[in-house]
């Protein structure tokens, strides 16, 4: 029952920077865990950052190994909006990335596809050498 639209993607350079967003409708993301995945071409969907829900933990967050350092995911509670911010983009960063969430809190860690409930549409993030 809530709907999630990705943008902020684009076409940069490595070592540049992009600022994912998610947008929320319909509910209050207060009460839900949020995660990024991305999907390369052939490749299989994979976890890249997620969050606590905010009403069980406002600093909880969890990293795929390969961002870490690198991404940042936040919320901004007023907007209704979470955000990924990406620094040093690499080339191997290139795919669809999906934003997603999960009506309580996080489980797995990391998180797996088959936790979250809810997906955006995803948006194109490529990164050139």
């Known amino acids: 029952q809530v709907q999630l639209v990705e943008s902020g993607g684009g076409l940069v350079q490595a070592g540049a920077s992009l600022r994912l967003s998610c947008a929320a409708s319909g509910r209050t993301l207060s009460y839900y865990a949020m995660g990024w995945f991305r999907q390369a071409p052939e490749k299989e969907r994979e976890f890249v950052a997620a969050?606590?829900?905010?009403?069980?933990?406002?600093?909880?967050?969890i990293y795929a190994d390969s961002v870490k350092g690198r991404f940042t995911i936040s919320r901004d509670n007023a907007k209704n909006t979470v955000y990924l911010q990406m620094n040093s983009l690499k080339p191997e960063d290139t795919a669809v990335y999906y934003c997603?969430?999960?009506?309580?809190?996080?489980?797995?860690?990391?998180?797996?596809?088959?936790?979250?409930?809810?997906w955006g549409q995803g948006t194109q993030v490529t990164v050139s050498s």
């Open positions: 997603a969430a999960r009506y309580g809190r996080l489980w797995n860690d990391p998180p797996t596809v088959n936790d979250f409930s809810s």
């Open positions: 969050s606590e829900a905010f009403t069980w933990s406002s600093s909880r967050t």
